[in-house]
């Protein structure tokens, strides 16, 4: 059997408390009704370690750990999808990241987030460097909008001088720092990230635009409308897979986990999107977010069509 392929994730740490509200909860009212209400651990950087130690990667997640009620909770939930809790950083009086998520039973309605972030829990890039090992050992290196730009700095160019591949999501949307990417092997954008960082153009060239910044490759995913990937080669549109949708929220981060997982599997660019996509319809199948993430069964089975469509 193969050794799974090694990948280090930075960023952040949350608990997400996600409310499933009845249609125009709030129309015309100053009070909503939600007709479900769940507590789950999560994060955008969490949920992308879930989605790839679920497809059978060996992930280590760094990211800060605070000293409230919700830490055990959260270090217990990344030792149950056997996520390495090794290089978290604890951070004295720290209070830990809450989410809330209010989502609709009608998908046509949009999604509102709302984030309590402590200034605290802030990786530092001493941080990155004091876990240079396990980063230099790793075969993927994986960071997004959770850590400040100087640490995803530290965390891609260290990836990169050590001939690992990088990947970055600049999600939540801040503001980006452009020398970040020379060292971005794969950047991954939503259609809102793209679109607050460079409105008003089409879509080839936002990729055209990203990969002059010195990324390799690009991908901007637009949800049920597929996404627009391309590198110095060529640009593309790949549609989306039609599933009954219950819940998108987190289908962004299946999708970066499954894009990992693929380049690691060996297929190339375009069977990695085919491949990512597919992950992100069934996520958006489920109704919790982290636990929705798909496992490898699930996606097997399109994997091994992927690669041996690879081989004729």
Known sequence: M?????????????????????????SGKKVGYAQRVTLEAGGKTFNCATALARLGMDVTMIATLGEDRFATDLEKALEAEKISTNYLV??????????????????????????LQPDLNALKVQDIIKRTKVITGSDYVFANNEASPEVITASLQLGRINDKVTFFNPSPIFEMEKNIFPYVDFAVFNKSEIDFYMPNLDREQQVKNILDMGAKNVVLTLGKEGCVAGNRRWVDYFPA????????????????????????????????????????????????????????????????????????
């Open 2 to 26: 193969a050794k799974a392929a090694k990948v280090v994730t930075i960023g952040g740490l949350s608990i997400d408390l996600t409310y499933l509200l009845v249609d125009n909860a709030f």
């Open 90 to 115: 604890e951070v004295p009086n720290g209070k830990t990241i809450i989410t809330s998520i209010m989502t609709y039973a009608d998908p046509k309605q949009s999604h509102n987030f709302v984030t």
């Open 241 to 312: 897979f039609k599933v009954m949708l219950i819940n998108e929220v987190g289908s962004g981060d299946a999708f970066l986990g499954a894009l990992i997982y693929a380049h690691s599997q060996g297929l190339d660019f375009r069977d990695m999107i085919k491949f990512s996509l597919y992950s992100a319809a069934i996520k958006c199948m489920h109704e919790e977010v982290r636990g929705g993430m798909p496992r490898l069964a699930q996606v097997k089975s399109f994997l091994d069509n992927l690669q041996k469509d690879d081989k004729k």
